[in-house]
């Protein structure tokens, strides 16, 4: 359940990315009710995705190796 929780926050991280990536990457943006500019949001996010997808790819070699 964890894990398939992890993939979908992962997934709509990614999303948030790409679609400020498309939209305008100077604009601020709200981040838990904080007013940031367009970079830090993005490298937020981005760093969100990086730490979820270490912890499903974590998750994958553990259960791999419990076979």
Do not use: D
């Amino acid at each position: 359940m964890k894990n398939t929780l992890n993939i979908i926050v992962f997934v709509m991280a990614i999303i948030n990315v790409i679609y400020k990536l498309a939209t305008c990457i100077t604009c601020e943006e709200n981040f838990l009710t904080f007013n940031v500019s367009g970079p830090v949001y993005l490298t937020i996010w981005s760093i969100i995705s990086i730490i979820i997808f270490y912890e499903i790819i974590r998750h994958r070699n553990k259960s791999k190796v419990l076979k």
